[in-house]
Every structure is written in structure tokens, then in C-alpha cells.
């Protein structure tokens, strides 16, 4: 089964924002980057589904800078067999030509299974996976939250408003993961010296304008801290009155 | 003409809550493009959908149902087919869907076909010198991205309990248009829904959130309790902390690796504050905390914050609560 996960390098999610000085982007002095949560389902089920085939290759895929090779080392450290940068500069709003970068790159590669995050926790853009899906005319399906694969087609779960839809799907594909798919290993020591030995291509992309423009990345207005009502259960009529006429919520 | 199209949603047989705000949104959408620009509503559906009817009241000037056989599911390779189609036999300058389940995984799949930016999950919008301009929270609610569209259509999902429905009285036109054509290679087979009553987080417009103060899975009982003091209107939720200690779901998750939710009131009990806690509920309209200890950074970002211990707090509360809907 050969296999691609598509990776980002995102900050941390106990990252502070602050906004750097052109005030349409993340200042990033002191920001820890990470490999985006929802990439690491992605990771363990393409390494899950090659260690049940018996055969085959995972291939881990991320644009983005040069320092997002890291971002590559730590899923080949879980246990990916080689990675592909394609490196780019600056940053890209439009997840359209994300998707075309990426779409040129796995086009013809073989794949039998396309695996992404559900999103990365930075853009929140939500809309790689399909839209990789959409150009290289594959099916898709979003946010799985429990997968079986066999006999060239799948069955995945994905959570929807009240319920859980049950989905069949034909391969190749593309998938995109939710948390509770499975439990990421950790790197074991192990993994990561062999990681560092593992192929690494590094090529240069460079992802059209696109149709967005940044205006402005602010910060939210900052919520007045409210009043404490008081304490105890003595204090819940008080609450509720407040919840009544003042906030006008109830 | 810079025409709005509005793709909604069904389920059972009826059009969903989540499709009023995605009209009302495409109406103030349209509204703001001037020149009359005008609000089509598409359904695609196998047959009749109940609530169809009650669509011109939220400001669609016409609701046009696309059948086919295959979309009485959601049918994700279909549907693009047929939104991208009908794209082409209006001026349309602007395409809308919620930011929901179905409309995170449609929305891109559209955007894609048409070869258009999509912006994702907004929360205002508004439009000038003839360019779409739209909010969306990133980095979980900590940030906010302003962006302009350049070229046409627009193409956006908004966010959820964001863009309340505005009801007017006007009935829009109905039109219904058969398709061929195969609903695609991904088919729905089943949709095992959750226990009758159960509101996703991210729809409900209030919201009874647990954390670790709850101190083990079972009490939160108390929380299911207050949740259903609210007659169907609440929904319980979780922080990271409870999720990945197992004690409840993860599609129950409030923050930045779970849902980002706007509900009127959220309810945080028993809950610190993490950051990224904070991050995917900040933007609720009134926040309430309930904690034992008076320093927990929850009371920064709460409106009205009780000190105490939720074990005795929640169930006076429920009662409260209770004789008001009683």
C-alpha cells in the first residue's frame, strides 16, 4: 500500500498570539512549532494501514520553510519511510494554491491513500484535503473518525451535527483525520536516530498569488473580566436574575 | 448582477436550523453587493424537503431544489457537480455554505472545481467598492484574519450561531429541476444518530462545558442534568484535560484542538482555563464560571462567576433553571 500524508508545521497550541509589526501576520520571536495535531492521526493511521498491508511506502509531504524539515523528521521518526519539502517563503492565505502545490507533487505518484489533518490548528483553513481531492478527481472523505480499509475500498466514520455517518468510498482516496481515529505513538529514541538517515527531498516551490488578501490579523477584543456574583449555591438566584435581565440571555 | 447562491442542508426530510442562517447571511451578503442582487436557495435533495417553503422568509427571493436519486444523502462528488453547474447559469457573485460537517467538506470541494479561493468559517462580512471582505477567527479564536476576496464569486462558509436568522415576511419562489448523473464515489450508508435530544456543541446555542474539576467521568451527570433544564436548547461539552483522560468524547471538545464554538451562553464549570481552552470559546455571548478556586484564569474572560463548589452550585442552579421553563 503505498501511502501519502500531507504535514504542516504550525505553532504550538499554547502559543500567545502576538501580531508582528505589519499587522497581517503571526509575530513568530519565541513561538515553539510543532507538527499540527491533527497530522499526527494522519501520520499513525498511514503507518497503521502499511503495517497491516504488509507492504508498502509512507510518504510525508509539507510546504512550507526550510525549518519545517524538522516538521518531516518527527513523522519519519515515528516511523515514515522518507519526506518531501516543498520548501516555499512567506505565507500563503489561499489554501487553493496550497492544495495546487501539493496536487502537482502527488499527481501520478501512485498513492493509493492521500491522508491530511482534518485542518491545521493555525489557519483553521479546513480545506487542503478536499480541494487536493477535488483536482486530481479523487473521493474524499473529511474528519475520520474510524476507518477499515480492504479489497480496494473503505468504510470511514465521520462525526456530523448529532450522529456519526457511516461512508463507503472507493480507492485511491483522500482522507482527512479526527482526533479520537487513533493514539499517536511516540518517536522511541530509536526512531529518531534512524529518522535522521532517512531521504529527505527538499524542492523549491513557489505557490501562485491566489485570490485573498490579507487586510489585517488583530487580536480579538479582549473580554471584560465580569463580576463574581458571589460564592456558594447562596449566590445562584443572583445569577440567574443577571442571566435574566441584565445579560438577557435566558 | 452579483447574485447570491445559498447551498443548504437537510436531514430527515427537513431543511436544517444551521440553512435560516445561511440564507440570512447570503441575504445580508446581497443586500450589501446592491444593485438588487437577489438570494437563490439551492437544495439538493432526492425529493421534497419540508421547510423549503418557509425559506422566502429568511430572505431567498427563489428555491430552486435540485433532485437526484443519490442526494438524498449527502453525496459530496454529486453535489459539487451539480452547485458548480449551476454556478454557470446565473451571475453569481457570491456562493454560500455553513460552516458545518457537511459544508466544511463540500465548501473546499466546490472552491476547488471553480478554481476559487474559499474563506472558511467566517464570522461578519461585509463588502466594499464591490469586493467581499470577510472575518474569520484562526489560531482558534486567538486571532482574527481580514481578508479581501479579489475576483468573483466569493465563496465562503459561515460559521455556525453567528449570522442570527432575521425572519421576514415574504415567500420566495419555488422551482424544482431533476438531474442525472451518479452521486459520486463516496456514499453515505447510515447515519447512526446520537441519543434523541443530543445537540452537537458547535450548534447549541448553550452550552454546559466540564473540566477536570469534575473530578471523575460519572459526575458529570450533574452537567447532563443542567444541560436538559434548558429544554433542548443546551449541549454539554468538555476540556481537553477530560477528553483525553477518556471521561467523555472528543467531538464533545471546546477548543483549539476541538470545536471552536459562539454559543449565547457558555457555561465553563469546574474548568481552569488554558489557553487554548479560552481560545475555542471566547467568543461567546455571556460566559458564566463556575470554580472552586477564585485565582483560575476562567474568571478573567467569565461575565458572571461563581466561587464555590460546583457539586452543591450545579444543582441549585439546575433548579433554577428548571422554574423557569417549569
Keep these: 500500500m503505498k501511502i501519502a500524508v500531507c504535514i504542516k508545521r504550525v505553532p504550538d497550541s499554547e502559543t500567545r498570539v502576538k501580531i508582528a509589526s505589519d499587522g497581517k501576520s503571526l509575530d513568530e520571536a519565541g513561538v515553539k512549532f510543532i507538527l499540527n495535531p491533527y497530522d499526527e492521526f494522519a501520520v499513525e493511521e498511514a503507518l497503521r494501514l502499511k503495517e497491516k498491508a504488509g507492504t508498502g511506502e509512507v510518504v510525508v509531504m509539507a510546504l512550507g520553510p526550510a525549518a519545517a524539515q524538522e516538521t518531516i523528521r518527527t513523522a519519519l521518526a515515528m516511523g515514515a519511510d522518507r519526506g518531501v519539502l516543498l520548501q516555499t517563503q512567506g505565507f500563503h492565505p489561499d489554501g487553493l494554491e496550497t492544495a495546487k502545490a501539493l496536487a502537482a507533487e502527488l499527481k501520478d505518484a501512485g498513492l493509493d491513500v492521500i491522508l491530511f489533518g482534518k485542518m491545521a490548528i493555525d489557519d483553521y483553513n479546513h480545506q487542503v484535503g478536499p480541494m487536493v481531492a477535488e483536482l486530481l478527481d479523487l473521493p474524499c472523505v473529511t474528519t475520520v473518525a474510524h476507518l477499515e480499509i480492504a479489497g480496494g475500498k473503505g468504510t470511514a466514520e465521520r462525526e456530523i451535527e448529532g450522529g456519526v455517518e457511516v461512508v463507503e468510498f472507493s480507492l485511491p482516496a483522500v482522507l482527512t483525520t479526527e482526533k479520537g481515529l487513533n493514539e499517536p505513538r511516540y518517536p522511541a529514541l530509536k526512531g529518531i536516530m534512524a529518522a535522521k538517515k532517512k531521504p529527505l527531498e527538499i524542492k523549491p516551490t513557489a505557490p501562485g498569488p491566489g485570490a485573498l488578501e490579507i487586510l489585517s490579523l488583530t487580536l480579538p477584543p479582549e473580554r471584560q473580566a465580569g463580576k463574581i456574583v458571589g460564592e456558594g449555591s447562596a449566590a445562584v438566584p443572583e445569577l440567574v436574575r443577571l442571566l435574566r435581565e441584565e445579560a438577557k440571555v435566558l | ?326
Design chain 2, 1 to 326: 448582477m452579483s447574485n447570491v447562491l445559498a447551498v443548504l442542508e437537510h436531514r430527515d426530510g427537513a431543511i436544517r436550523k444551521v440553512s435560516h442562517e445561511v440564507v440570512t447571511g447570503a441575504r445580508r451578503l446581497a443586500d450589501a453587493l446592491g444593485g438588487g442582487a437577489s438570494v437563490d436557495a439551492l437544495v439538493l435533495a432526492a425529493g421534497p424537503v419540508r421547510g423549503s417553503d418557509q425559506l422566502g422568509g429568511f430572505g431567498a427571493d427563489r428555491v430552486i431544489t435540485l433532485t437526484n436519486a443519490a442526494f438524498g444523502s449527502y453525496a459530496p462528488e454529486g453535489y459539487t457537480r451539480a452547485i458548480a453547474d449551476r454556478l454557470k447559469t446565473g451571475a453569481y457573485g457570491a456562493l454560500v455554505f455553513a460552516a458545518s460537517a457537511a459544508g466544511k467538506d463540500l465548501a473546499p470541494r466546490v472552491a476547488a472545481r471553480l478554481g476559487r479561493p474559499l474563506v472558511q468559517d467566517i464570522t461578519d462580512v461585509r463588502v466594499v467598492s464591490g469586493a467581499v471582505i470577510a472575518i474569520r477567527p484562526v489560531y482558534a479564536g486567538k486571532a482574527l484574519l481580514e481578508v479581501r476576496v479579489v475576483g468573483t464569486p466569493a465563496v465562503l462558509s459561515l460559521r455556525p450561531n453567528v449570522f442570527t436568522p432575521v425572519q421576514r415576511p415574504k415567500a420566495g419562489a419555488q422551482q424544482t429541476v431533476a438531474l442525472d448523473g451518479s452521486g459520486g464515489r463516496v456514499v453515505v450508508k447510515q447515519i447512526k444518530a446520537a441519543p434523541a435530544g443530543t445537540l452537537d456543541v458547535a450548534e447549541a446555542a448553550i452550552i454546559v462545558s466540564g473540566g477536570r474539576g469534575l473530578k471523575e467521568p460519572a459526575n458529570f451527570k450533574v452537567l447532563e442534568e443542567l444541560a436538559a433544564a434548558f429544554a433542548g436548547r443546551a449541549a454539554v461539552g468538555a476540556s481537553r484535560a477530560v477528553v483525553d483522560a477518556g471521561w467523555r468524547p472528543h467531538a464533545d471538545q471546546v477548543g483549539q484542538t476541538g470545536k471552536t464554538v459562539s454559543p449565547t451562553l457558555y457555561v465553563a464549570v469546574g474548568i481552569s482555563g488554558a489557553i487554548q481552552h479560552l481560545a475555542g470559546m471566547r467568543t461567546s455571548k455571556v460566559i458564566v464560571a463556575i470554580n472552586k478556586d477564585k485565582d483560575a484564569p476562567i474568571f478573567k474572560v467569565a461575565d458572571y462567576g461563581i466561587v464555590g463548589d460546583l457539586f452543591e452550585v450545579v444543582p441549585r442552579l439546575t433548579a433554577e433553571i428548571k422554574k423557569l421553563h417549569g
